[in-house]
């Protein structure tokens, strides 16, 4: 069992940066993929980036590319999220979510990961 925990949300104005951090709980944090996901009102639930368990390997949604950057610290049991450059249309809730030994090529899709953490509130004004 995993239990993740999001935080770093807030209110920032467009074009300013906020790092989300996710803490995970467990001793076999290095064996998980992790995601960062987000749901604007409304809309369903979509992926922003995936880094591999090794931290090797990372991938982005296009809309983010450049400017999100995904990494993890595994003595720290923590992934990130820095999010440079924010638009308006980056408010969400963003949610972090762990997926046990996965290798392959589904790291967008929800339905993959075991665990989620409870989410935390970005919002970006104008």
């Known amino acids: 069992q995993v239990q993740l925990v999001e935080s770093g949300g807030g209110l920032v104005q467009a074009g300013g940066s906020l790092r989300l951090s996710c803490a995970a709980s467990?001793?076999?944090?290095?064996?998980?993929?992790m995601g960062w996901f987000r749901q604007a009102p409304g809309k369903e639930r979509e992926f922003v980036a995936a880094i591999s368990w090794s931290g090797g390997s990372t991938y982005y949604t296009d809309s983010v590319k450049g400017r999100f950057t995904i990494s993890r610290d595994n003595a720290k049991n923590t992934v990130y999220l820095q999010m440079n450059s924010l638009k308006p249309e980056d408010t969400a809730v963003y949610y972090c979510?762990?997926?046990?030994?996965?290798?392959?090529?589904?790291?967008?899709?929800?339905?993959?990961?075991?665990?989620w953490g409870q989410g935390t509130q970005v919002t970006v004004s104008s």
């Open positions: 979510a762990a997926k046990f030994l996965y290798s392959g090529i589904y790291y967008s899709d929800t339905h993959l990961y075991d665990y």
């Open positions: 467990g001793r076999t944090f290095s064996s998980y993929t």
